[in-house]
């Protein structure tokens, strides 16, 4: 079965630092990947996503992830946190194995917080 | 062009009630699926209509269940309801409902079961 461990529920980095949130995930054949973002009381955005190809995937505002296969891990990255990056975020797999339905399964998520 | 829309917004329900959440999708997409949010939790994936037809389920009791109309847009209710019930509900939508389109996910609904 797939699932996925974002590693830290909390991150707190200070204005103009490298934003590093971790996420590693098992999935049993090459899933799908992707980052969303959620700001409190709104639905999910989605930042990125890696499907096939480059394996370095530049998102919106600044973000990308780099897929590691033999890491299994896809962690998103920033070289330089602003104040409106605070919020929560998840990463998510799909499988798109037999039925590939688009069923998102998503970690626990990780909430950013940037200090001035 | 608008984006995926829920409601109501807000919504609170005594224990044992039952409860309807409605969705439209994005106008072109056919598929619409609905997750779980509860409080600190990453979403929870509820189920997945494409073209009127149940394409995937999730490990939710048979208390749940959905339907697509069809224009597409999607109705999720739950009977029954039970404290743990609350969350906010989730509704997204994409073309295909496949892994490789983007799903674009709607405000939610957030229910308060007493």
């Known amino acids: 079965a797939q699932s996925v461990t974002q590693l830290g529920s909390h991150v707190s980095v200070s204005e103009g630092a490298l934003v590093l949130l971790r996420c590693n995930y098992s999935?049993?054949?090459?899933?799908?990947l992707f980052w969303y973002v959620q700001y409190p009381n709104q639905g999910l955005q989605l930042l990125l996503k890696?499907?096939?190809?480059?394996?370095l995937v530049k998102g919106i505002n600044g973000f990308e992830a780099e897929f590691k296969k033999s890491e299994t891990s896809f962690h998103l990255t920033k070289p330089s946190a602003h104040m409106s990056d605070a919020a929560e975020y998840f990463c998510?797999?799909?499988?798109?194995?037999?039925?590939?339905?688009?069923?998102?399964?998503f970690g626990q998520g990780t909430t950013l917080q940037v200090k001035p | 062009d608008a984006g995926v829309t829920q409601s109501p917004t807000h919504l609170i329900k005594t224990r044992g009630q039952q409860v309807t959440l409605r969705c439209s999708p994005i106008?072109?997409?056919?598929?619409v699926s609905w997750y779980q949010q509860v409080l600190g939790q990453g979403p929870q994936f509820i189920f997945q209509?494409?073209?009127?037809?149940?394409?995937g389920r999730g490990n939710f009791p048979d208390r749940f269940s959905a339907r697509q109309f069809p224009n597409y847009s999607s109705e999720l209710n739950v009977n029954a309801l039970l404290l743990g019930d609350s969350a906010l509900y989730l509704c997204?939508?994409?073309?295909?409902?496949?892994?490789?389109?983007?799903?674009?996910f709607g405000p939610g609904t957030r229910l308060t079961v007493t």
């Open positions: 997204a939508s994409s073309h295909t409902g496949t892994a490789d389109y983007e799903q674009y």
């Open positions: 999935s049993s054949v090459p899933p799908y």
């Open positions: 890696y499907t096939t190809g480059a394996t």
């Open positions: 998510a797999v799909s499988d798109r194995g037999s039925g590939n339905t688009g069923k998102l399964i």
């Open positions: 106008s072109g997409h056919k598929s």
């Open positions: 209509y494409y073209e009127k037809e149940e394409r």
